[in-house]
T-cell receptor, first 113, second 112 residues
């Protein structure tokens, strides 16, 4: 039982490049989400999904795409990286209908130069 | 949407003293208030949460209080220890909506 697995752990991109951050979970959680963490700003919701085939925008969705073709995977795509997207990205999951908090992945530290 | 404000942004306490972190929220429909602890370079982890049908909850040295009328909630850590040094985040949501809105975080340093 690996929980929530994020890859890669570190990434450096050049401005304009694209990439996909991977998030996989083996807990059969219906809810999956992506947050970015920036100093002094807490965690801000980018996109979320309440189940396979369903996605929606959070607080800061611009520049990011998501899809949810399976329960297990929720990749985050950066279409054309910008220095403003330099951040630490966390994937978080939750089993719907139950209490308790999120289960977070270990994070991806992304630098855009 | 929900707006959560957290104070102070940094807090330094002597080992053994208490630490208090305060948060306010804007959406009166919010009814679930978790607190997360994030150690340096690690992922956030849930330490305690409270729902709006209770005013206080304790778990050993940590406690959370909620005032729904004033729309604020607080985290209390008693008898602080060096391992309590971390960044603490409050959050708010509507239960079963799952979209958490986080405060900006409080960096707590416990001095030996």
């Amino acid at each position: 039982n690996a929980g929530v697995t994020q890859t890669p752990k570190f990434q450096v991109l050049k401005t304009g490049q694209s990439m996909t951050l991977q998030c996989a979970q083996d807990m059969n959680h219906e809810y999956m989400s992506w947050y970015r963490q920036d100093p002094g700003m807490g965690l801000r919701l980018i996109h979320y999904s309440v189940g396979a085939g369903i996605t929606d925008q959070g607080e800061v969705p611009n520049g990011y795409n998501v899809s949810r073709s399976t329960t297990e995977d929720f990749p985050l795509r950066l279409l054309s990286a910008a220095p403003s997207q330099t951040s630490v990205y966390f994937c978080a999951t939750h089993r719907t209908g139950q209490g308790g908090g999120y289960t977070f992945g270990s994070g991806t530290r992304l630098t855009v130069v | 949407g929900e707006n959560v404000e957290q104070h102070p942004s940094t807090l330094s306490v002597q080992e053994g003293d208490s630490a208090v972190i305060k948060c306010t929220y804007s959406d009166s429909a919010s009814n679930y208030f978790p607190w997360y602890k994030q150690e340096l370079g690690k992922r956030p982890q849930l330490i305690i949460d409270i729902r709006s049908n209770v005013g206080e909850k304790k778990d050993q040295r940590i406690a959370v209080t909620l005032n729904k009328t004033a729309k604020h909630f607080s985290l209390h850590i008693t008898e602080t220890q060096p391992e309590d040094s971390a960044v603490y985040f409050c959050a708010a949501s509507i239960l079963n909506d799952y979209k958490l809105s986080f405060g900006a975080g409080t960096t707590v340093t416990v001095r030996a």
